[in-house]
Each structure stands twice: as C-alpha cells, then as structure tokens.
C-alpha cells in the first residue's frame, strides 16, 4: 500500500501542485474577463491566458481580432490622414496632420498650466492683501473675488462632462417613470405616444431658442447655476429622453405575463409590482435606452454650446473657428478627437453600470 512517504509518491507532489495553481489562474481570468470587456480591454485576456500556457495557438488567433486588427485600422487611418491632409487647402491653410494636431496637444496643456499659475498667483496676492488689512484693523474691507481669467481647455471639458451629466440625470427622472407609466397602461400608452412622435424628430437648434427665453425669464440671477448651465442642461434633456422612455415602455410592455398575473394574485401594491417584477424585467431595455440617451445627450451639447455659446467644448471649437489663425484648424481637430473618445468613456460607463447590474442579478 502507497503512504504518504512513499519515494514513488513524491514526483507527483509537484504537478499537483502545478495543476491546481493552473486551475486558479484560470479560474481568475474567467472572472476578470466580463470587466475586461466592460472596459474594452478584452485583449488582455489572451493575453493572460498566453502567459499562462492555455492553448497559445488559439489565444493568438482571438488576440488577431482584438487586438492586432484594431490598432493595424488605427495606424491605417492615421498614415491616410498623414498622407491627404496635407493635399487639401482650406481658408485656414491646409488640414493639419496627426503631427500638428499632436503638438496642440501640447500647447494646449501648457496654456492650461500657464493659466492654472496665474490663477494661483492671484489667489496669494488676494490672500496677501486681506491679511495685511486684517493686521491693520480693517476686516470690513476684506473682500474675496474669484479668478475671471479665461478658461483653460480642461475646464471647458469638466464642463461639458457636468452639463451632460445633469441633464441625462433629469431626462432619466422624466423619461423612466413615464416609460414604466406609458408600458404598464395602455390608456397611458395611448397620452402619451402622440406626444412622444411630435417631440422625439425635433432638432435641439429649435429647442434652443425657446429653452433660452423660459430660463432667462425665470432665472433668479446672481447666485445658483449658471444661467448658461441651466440653457444647455435642459435642452440637452428635451433631446435626449426619447430614447430612454421609449426602451422603458418597450421593456415593461414585453415583460412575462405571468408575471403580471402572479402579482394579481397575490395582490401586490403597485409599488411593488413595480420595483420586484416591472423594473428587473425591463433593466436590460432601460440600459439600452439609458445608454443610447446618454450618446444623443453628448451631441446635442456640442451643438447647443456652439449655438448659444455657452461655456463648453462646443464654444470651444467655435471660437477657433472665428479666430481663424494658423493654428486654430489644429485645435479644432483636437477638440473633434476629445468628444469623440469622452463619447466612447461615457459609453463605457453605462455599459459598465448595466454589466455590474447584470452580474449582480446573477449572483
């Protein structure tokens, strides 16, 4: 009988031990790839598994299309941007190359420093002086002022960012109560689609003009938002809730009837219809809506911004446009590439929060 001390026994101790640890890094990157995904990091993936030993040959073939593929369409599109650019003359010279773009890049990040030091300069020369009027017995003349300079490229992105968010914030207050609303009663459904198919096709260029005139007239003035904040939050809302309340009225209108009639039965409150079997049911067309509302949102902005010019990004590329010097069709295509990859990160963010709502459903 083989014991434990058995010689024979002992070559097996270590590819054992190999196996098991074999087992748990697999077991690990099987976790960790649903959020890989989520990020949009699924090459490392196999990656991971290459490193690991798991069946190199097919981890490089699904490293081909994740990985090899896309950044081979990158440089691609880069050398033909390299290549044409330079061909096409307009009134503010020829397109600028990824080379130009790249160094605004740069300038634009140092006017940001430049700025942010001066800002800072003013605020010490502020502190400075109220100190020496306290120190001279003059308090009722201590006054803080907030720096007026112009704002940096990053702020005006902080700012597009918070205006976009807020108004996806009330578009989802309205647009997902009327959805469980408008799906759960076909009288409601019957209100309220009218209305929806009137509204939805109207551009924000014509909300904008009647948003600016409601707010201006009811706008309290000094203190609170901004009256720009509030112009463009709202029409970002008025533009950007169809698709959420329309996915929520499809999801609740298409959930299982039976368990519509499971809640008859056991007579439950509409409040809990609505939160234990309504919502779970539609979460995933909600998502849906919630993520395609928050895309339209980010594009209504850049326009309202343009239009009303309303601090932002979309002021941003406007400005250059009217400035017209050498430089300015360079920062306009670097404004162009930083809504286009904070459009993809707010992509990703919803995707994220409807995965992480997903798994936990599953848990």
């Known amino acids: 009988m083989m014991t434990l001390l058995d010689p024979a026994a002992l070559p097996q101790v270590p590819a054992a031990l190999r196996a098991e640890r074999r087992a748990r890094l697999h077991g690990l990157i099987a976790r960790c790839d649903p959020w890989f995904r989520v990020l949009g990091l699924a090459w490392l993936t196999p990656v991971w598994r290459i490193l690991s030993g798991d069946n190199p040959k097919g981890q490089v073939r699904d490293l081909w299309q994740l990985a090899v593929v896309p950044m081979l369409a990158i440089a691609g599109f880069l050398t033909l941007w390299a290549v044409l650019a330079p061909k096409v003359e307009t009134s ?9 773009v790249w160094q605004q890049v740069g300038v634009l990040h140092a006017d940001a420093l430049a700025e942010a030091a001066k800002a800072a300069e003013f605020h010490q020369r502020q502190a400075e002086r109220n100190a020496e009027l306290v120190a001279a017995g ?5 006054k803080v002022r907030a720096y007026t300079g112009k704002p940096t490229y990053y702020r005006q992105i902080v700012t597009s960012v918070q205006t976009v968010f807020f108004g996806f914030l009330l578009a989802t207050l309205v647009a997902v109560p009327l959805g469980i609303l408008s799906g759960m009663s076909a009288t409601a459904n019957a209100a309220i689609n009218p209305l929806v198919q009137i509204f939805k096709p109207v551009s924000p260029l014509a909300w904008l003009p009647i948003v600016t005139m ?3 007239a009811l706008h309290a003035g000094d203190g609170g938002w901004p009256k720009s904040f509030v112009i463009s939050a709202v029409t970002v809302t008025l533009c950007s809730l169809w698709p959420t309340l329309i996915n929520t009225a499809l999801g609740v209108a298409s959930i299982d009837k039976d368990l519509v009639s499971v809640g008859r039965v056991l007579k439950l409150s509409t409040w809990t219809r609505v939160t234990r079997l309504v919502l779970p049911s539609a979460l995933p067309l909600i998502f849906t809506g919630l993520r395609l509302s928050l895309g339209v949102g980010w594009m209504v902005l850049i ?11 979309g002021k941003f590329v406007w400005d250059e446009f009217q400035n017209g010097s ?7 295509m670097v404004a162009v590439l930083t809504i286009g990859i904070i459009g993809f990160l707010l992509d990703r963010v919803m995707f994220a929060a409807q995965q992480a709502f997903s798994f936990s459903g599953k848990r």
């Open 303 to 313: 326009a309202a911004e343009m239009l009303a010019q309303n601090p932002g990004l």
């Open 92 to 100: 503010l010279g020829a397109i600028p190359g990824p080379l130009q």
């Open 138 to 142: 003059k308090p009722d003349e201590v």
């Open 326 to 332: 050498s430089d300015s069709l360079a920062r306009i």
């Open 214 to 216: 409601i707010v201006s």
